[in-house]
């Protein structure tokens, strides 16, 4: 304290000196992570192809509508599937699938009967939702 009191321009920067002499190795690895978060964020938003962002298209969506339930239509294995699931599933990021927990009952079985049970559905799936006669979301059919 009395260090301070006496030169507290000198005593400030001995200890950042000692400071970032002890921590060098971390700092420069924390500056090197964020350089590789910050360059795959950046991939991810050059890229349209990234799930990321046909999932905040489905959210966009979603969120814009007052909707507690929608209809969802998916393709899945070459088969066609419509379905009513609640709308809240589709409102927050879905990781890298959607379950069928949400899902009316009728149709979670049936769904269960064309797909297997403890099958699931991915936001590549979805082809159009759909809330009282309105298309919320369409998938954008890519053209090779």
């Keep these: 304290m009395l260090a301070y009191i006496l030169d507290p321009a000198g005593y400030v920067s001995a200890e950042t000196k000692k400071y970032i002499d002890s921590h060098q190795e971390a ?3 924390d500056f090197l992570e964020s350089d590789m978060v910050a360059a795959a964020f950046e991939e991810i938003i050059a890229n349209p192809a990234n ?4 999932v905040k ?3 966009r969506a979603v969120s ?5 339930t ?3 239509t998916i393709r899945k294995d070459s088969t066609d599937f419509t379905f009513k699931v609640e709308a809240s599933q ?5 990781s ?3 379950s069928d927990y949400n899902t009316a009952a009728a149709d979670r ?3 269960e009967r064309v797909f297997g049970r403890g099958s699931h559905y991915e936001p590549e799936d979805i082809i159009r939702i759909e809330y009282a006669r309105s298309v919320l979301y369409e998938r954008e059919e890519t053209v090779v």
């Design 96 to 98: 890298n699938y959607y």
């Design 64 to 68: 814009a509508s007052s909707a507690k």
């Design 109 to 111: 079985k049936e769904f």
């Design 90 to 94: 589709f409102r927050s990021d879905c």
């Design 57 to 59: 298209r489905i959210m």
């Design 70 to 72: 929608v209809t969802v």
């Design 27 to 29: 700092m420069l690895s």
């Design 51 to 54: 799930p990321v962002h046909r």
